[in-house]
């Protein structure tokens, strides 16, 4: 079992200090946001995630979500949670008052999301999914659906789920084989079978709207004829309260790994009368739709991965403080705790640093994504936007691997105590596992960096990237000869030219040949990553050096900062030398000699 | 759930024409070692693990051992695959014939040993930890004690375990309080709690014989006043019987995240009259002899790290070929076997050729550790010996940690049904988490190569590594322009001079300062670890230009080793830079800021 504390002052530092709250705050609409504000918001949302999520964490693991006459019951605990989660207001942080919302800006509601994933994931997969139903319905929904919808979800007194996986498509979704048919009064009957469906049951709440991609009625083969679809468990009545029970019902929940007090169902759509389904936007533009909700969803998986990174990493510290075994290398009377021993203090620092890049690359993208929705100018606006469209394989990818990899090393600190499950290293270990594979698989992520994000523009997107990491480093150099600064410098250089070198392989390489430029995309973007890691604490460094408050911390950061440029920023050259190899291994093995 | 498949194929080739089974069977007493013979015991030990104990795998993590009114019951079919497991001999495979044991070589051995521990890893420990317990008295028993208990133990008749760690003493063995007291008759009576005792108490064998490390009766402190003392279930009576029950059992079983199916016990020693024990070799000698057990014990642990990854593979691959979704990147009439997608394949390939690393790695110091025991030549036999020394926590900490990450790969390539716990991956991943930790954990692992083995000597046994390296460095050249040998030999060129310089800083750090030439341990062992891999990748494509057996799977050899040149070797300069970067992070960072 461990407890969780929000990391409220690293988050104020990169919200206030590298990323600029200020920035974001003098954007339209978001005018009444103050720092003072702010920090009142982060405590208060940091005492429900510490106080009332955090304790159910390892409540929902054993327990789990179950299925009872083919009703979904979450976890003990887990309804009283979301009450309060929902009374709090926490679930319409992003969203307009109009509909109930707080109207926060993204940077501060990413701030929240982060405390909700690391308190408890399961729980936090609940609002995560109400939020992509809610970006596709005020995106693309008739202003009846939102005055319907909205309010409910935005409050949270609904929950959202998302429908796009069948048994034969996964990853390809075009082979989708769900399908819905003119009732002839407007409305759609809809009929198939969904797998993965997170949350697709609960007890929860008294309705749970399902967005649900399906074949249209004019039966076009491929990803061209899928729309998607608002399929309410209990079709609203003339008031927009619940009413009959649709045709809908969870079939069964899977037996996973990890994050079991979410409920993974296979959904059953239509077995009987048909599920009533109201189409959202066109006809045939589910795929698009789908992308509204699933950016959005990308970007809350890489912040899982921070999260979990972010617990996993409290967890440790706490264990090898209190943890006392052997002696101090150096010499000392008696055992020490193994937070003084040299390998233990390498993993915590390593961890340390790669989830301050982390949070300061996510919170930078949240900041880029208030930027591109808001900013007067059209053309900072844009160029906001291709950021992020840049980043968000990046996010999801390195921050759900790196998750991965912080959890294991939780669980290697803790040495035989992390194998035996009371300590909860190991629940972590179980449920980060999900991250790289759901939204999207990390393997897609890559192929997406690469393909759309990258060679389509010829670079140009990666290319405004590295210019503004160039001007990092030429305020680095300006910075003077602080130690820290020029070693950041000389490690944050080698590691750019390393991901320009790559970028042009990719440029070079995506059009003439897929094939071998998708082979080497997962190290693509994961030199992506780190390199867009280390841009974000020389920032740190920088913003650090001006800083007067709280000296200890501020030292720390550069401390963890350098720590960064010579462990992870180092490793940069050696995934181009892979990526740029053309010995041509992965394509041309046999494959039946594998 | 995943069928298994010894990869026998492999196996040969490194035996025969990497690491030379010829050098190995001409050493005294080894000389009925045909290559012919060596291949029908590897068909038959693969069909055990195959059809036997292989399938045993998914049930024993399902069902788990379990304890009940103080007897632990193995799950459902062990005990008979265990049974048929000694009938074949095979417990007995590396032992002297005068103890029921089959007297091959450990190079033969240890590719057993990989059946045994990918077809069922909670399973293959149980006899593991036996092999430990031999090794210990066949080193230091009486001969009376040999005559009694190495008889029962090489056939499997009765099982050994192995009793270091105590609540408090894990790492740090120095505090251990189990306490044994002369009983006036010769014997010793033996007082204390032991924690992780795996396969510490079953229903499989109608002995246990437990080898406890103990605080001897004089009460010196930490390591030098422990003993080691041979405690059995139950006391062998005049016939070397299992006779009356001795003062043992086990408490509790520990709840794990994975091998379930061997049964983690906290054992309690002498609650009552205390447990009879007897001293093995002299007293206060106990982490010597530990050491005897444990140095095999890491190098089998390090070998499941390579049988889980092995598993893993087949796995994947398996999963790959059957698995269709999505058209290829280069177009095709419809969706294909993901085996085809690039990014999938890059993983197989990895995964592939880093298991073809460890292997040729773990079979060398099996060779080695023939020579050391065997070969006439003192001088001979020590250079092995030394080398074996050297690599040990290398195969332990390097091959376990890449392990962990592979069964994380096989995961990724399943999906959404990676996380789904019927498919298996899960349980790999589960199980494999272990392996770091346990025989101890790779941080201890990273210690004692650069303090042990690479310091102490003044750096004397690394750079004979180095000078082996540098002879096959000359042959790769000598091997004319072949692009793969060409490309090998540039990127193994390069590790080498990463490693030797790593080895430098190493030297002249530790002395000084320990704790700092400590802290980028880690780094180090994995440095080591690559360019050892890579080493015998070497080897491997030198043997494979000159065989012509097979010549499709040749092939592949060569270009696995390419691909290991390509993305592992090339990592090694980044360990270097890390290793040698002068931030001093690690140390200075102030340990209230964590």
Known sequence: MSAYAAPVRDMRFVMNSVVGLDRVATLPGLEAVEPDLVDQILEEGSRLAVNVLAP??????????????????????????????????????????????????WLVSTALQEMWQASNLAFGLCPLLTQAAIDALREVGTDEQKAL??????????????????????????????????AGDGTYRVRGQKIY???????????????????????????????LYIVPKFIPDADGRPGIRNDVKPLSLEHKLGIHASPTCIMAYGEAEGAVGYLVGEE???????????????????LQGLAMSERAYQQSVDYARNRVQSRALAGSPSAVAIINHPDVRRMLMTMRAQIEAM????????????????????????????????????VKAWCTDTGVEIC????????????????????????????????????????????????????????????????????????????????????????????????????????SDAAAGAAPSALYLKLFGITAGGWMMARAA???????EDPEYLKAKMTTVRHYADHILTQAPALTDAITADGGTVMSFAVDQF
Do not use: C
Not at 285 to 290: A, D, K, P
Not at 542 to 548: F, I, N
């Open 56 to 105: 159910l964490n390892a409540v929902g693991d054993k327990q789990g979500a179950r299925i009872e006459n083919g009703v979904v019951r979450a976890a003990d605990g887990f309804a009283e949670g979301y009450r309060q989660f929902i009374e709090g207001g926490w679930n319409g942080a992003p969203f307009e008052e109009d509909w109930g919302g707080m109207n926060l800006p």
């Open 149 to 182: 919808y909205l309010p409910k979800l935005v409050t949270g007194e609904w929950t959202g789920t998302m429908n796009l996986t069948e048994p034969q498509a996964g990853t390809d979704l075009g082979s989708i084989r769900t399908k819905a048919e003119h």
């Open 197 to 227: 469906i997170t949350w697709g049951d609960h007890d929860m709440t008294d309705n749970i709207v399902h967005l649900v991609l399906a074949r249209s009625p004019d039966d076009i083969p491929g990803v061209k004829g899928l729309s």
């Open 284 to 302: 045939n533009r589910g795929i698009e739709y789908m992308f509204i909700m699933m950016n959005n969803a990308r970007l809350a998986v890489g």
């Open 359 to 394: 949070r300061g690359l996510i919170y930078d993208v949240a900041a880029m994504t208030d930027i591109a929705d808001r900013h007067p100018d059209a053309a900072t606006a844009k160029a906001a936007q291709q950021r992020v469209d840049l980043l968000i394989p990046v």
């Open 408 to 511: 294991s090393t939780n669980v290697q600190i803790h040495g035989g105590m992390g194998f035996v499950e009371e300590t909860g290293a190991a629940q972590h270990y179980r449920d980060v596992r999900i991250t790289p594979i759901y939204e999207g698989t990390n393997g897609i992520q890559s192929l997406d960096l690469v393909g759309r994000k990258v060679a389509r523009d010829g670079g140009a997107a990666a290319r405004a990237f590295l210019d503004d990491l160039d001007a990092t480093l030429a305020a680095l150099k300006a910075a003077g000869d602080d130690t820290t600064m020029a070693a950041t410098h000389k490690r944050l250089s080698v590691a750019r030219d390393a991901l320009s070198e790559a970028t042009d392989w990719v440029v070079a390489t995506m059009p």
């Open 542 to 548: 920088l913003a650090a050096k001006d800083g007067s």
